[in-house]
């Protein structure tokens, strides 16, 4: 296709005129991989065209939320009933009650929890709340753990365990983080250190406990062990942040997951985002009723939304849920999940080309390492040369990747076995010639 008749380089240039770098969230520019972002005209099942017409399998879906893959019957005539009735009140509506059931009858770690429009408000809200029902200003978070973009999140590690972080976007005061204490993700020595140090001044310590946001790397069980121990008998809060992975990884979140390996284990609070929404802005934030009891109107913590519990946001969250509670659902992701994973590591071990993956469920990484990274100076140690060859490979291929190497991927109900085994083919090729730089 000729420059002038490539209508996403056109949409390109013109969304560059009118919106920061054209777009609205940094990561669709493509800018890590080089390039033209492709605009989405529309989506069905697992796929979506762009501007040219060009089909691609979509291992994005939203970053998540379209577990159903796009335009899910159920879900369309859910969103479709709601917008007759109404789109917005402003005062409450019984749909709100029924998706909050829903989700604490799924997540039996909550027992209230609070609807929000998105994953970095519910984050954000989390840790005031937390700081407000323990009366502490510090917080935990970990290197390479993303939990949206409110400003006392936007940190990296300062240059101690006693010292606290350092802005890592312009427009943040180094004293709006200074009570945020950035640690390495699976370092048991270093947290217990931290602990040690002032850990009856934490607040909350909050993690991804499967980070997506360092593409796929676990919390190893001992280390989620730990944490959990040090929280309780500090008083600190364990969040987990399970914007991605809840309703994604299995029904129950990450923490059912780790429940399995750690008898009786429960965070003390959960954010959600994503899945929750079926793909309308909607996130959530819950814990237990005397954690929850301070927020306002109850208690003193201010938190509050026009849009939150949108009435067609919770129909659309509501008719995901609906469907992925089906018996199977889980067992049927993640061996298509497993099945794809499998199927790029055998291909570039075919070619010789250095690489592994993991999944859980629907959420899945790969890495062009020899072993799977435990923390984020070893995801940054991926040949990002060679990724973008692999991204600009299957993209060209008509297969849909995350355009950064530190992003999860996401597979949903409505890719077939033909879909990953096209997935495959396309990666091998693209293996052949990585296998000759
Ligand atoms: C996506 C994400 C967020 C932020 O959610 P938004 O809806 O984009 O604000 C927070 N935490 C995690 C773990 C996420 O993956």
Not at 103 to 112: C, E, G
Not at 195 to 216: K, V
Not at 224 to 242: A, I, M, P, S
Not at 365 to 384: C, H, I, T
């Amino acid at each position: 296709m000729t420059l002038n008749s490539d209508h996403n380089t056109l949409l390109f240039e013109r969304a560059k005129r009118v919106i920061p770098g054209g777009v609205n969230s940094p990561v669709r520019a493509f800018k890590a991989v080089g390039g033209i972002p492709r605009f989405v005209k529309r989506a069905h099942g697992a796929y979506f065209w762009d501007a040219n017409e060009q089909r691609y399998i979509d291992f994005i879906g939203s970053w998540g939320p379209m577990i159903l893959g796009h335009g899910h019957p159920a879900v369309v005539k859910a969103v479709q009933d709601a917008v007759l009735e109404g789109f917005s009140y402003g005062a409450p509506t019984e749909r709100e009650i029924e998706l909050a059931e829903e989700i604490l009858r799924l997540v039996p770690s909550m027992d209230m929890v609070r609807l929000v429009s998105s994953g970095t408000e519910a984050a954000m809200s989390v840790i005031r709340l937390a700081r407000g029902a323990t009366g502490r200003s510090k917080f935990i978070k970990f290197e390479g753990c993303y939990h949206g973009h409110a400003d006392a999140l936007l940190v990296k590690a300062g240059s101690g365990l006693a010292t606290f972080g350092n802005p890592t976007s312009a427009g943040v005061p180094p004293e709006v983080v200074q009570h945020t204490l950035v640690l390495e993700y699976n370092n048991i020595e270093q947290l217990e250190a931290a602990f040690a140090l002032q850990g009856d001044q934490i607040a909350c310590l909050m993690m991804e406990p499967i980070c997506g946001n360092m593409n796929f790397v676990r919390a190893s069980v001992p280390f989620v062990k730990r944490c959990r121990e040090l929280c309780t008998q500090y008083g600190t809060l364990l969040v987990f942040d399970e914007v991605m992975t809840g309703f994604r990884v299995a029904l129950g979140g990450a923490q059912s997951v780790y429940a399995k390996q750690i008898p009786g284990f429960e965070p003390d609070m959960t954010v959600m985002g994503k899945v929750i929404g079926g793909g309308m802005p909607l996130a959530a934030f819950g814990a237990k009723r005397s954690v929850m009891e301070h927020l306002a109107p109850l208690g003193a913590v201010y938190q509050a939304g026009t849009l939150s519990g949108n009435p067609v946001a919770t129909a659309c969250g509501l008719a995901t849920l609906r469907q992925i509670s089906k018996p199977g659902f889980y067992e049927d992701l993640g061996r298509k999940t497993r099945s794809l994973i499998n199927g790029l590591t055998q291909a570039a071990d075919g070619e010789g080309v250095a690489f592994c993956g993991d999944s859980e469920g629907g959420m899945f990484g790969f890495f062009l390492l020899a072993a799977l990274p435990q923390n984020y100076s070893q995801v940054m140690k991926s040949n990002s040369d060679h990724f973008n060859l692999l991204f600009h490979g299957l993209l060209d291929r008509g297969v849909y990747i995350a355009p950064a190497l530190y992003e999860a991927g996401f597979v949903s109900a409505a890719h077939t076995d033909a879909d990953i085994a096209a997935t495959v083919q396309a990666a091998h090729e693209v293996f052949r010639l990585l296998s000759k730089q």
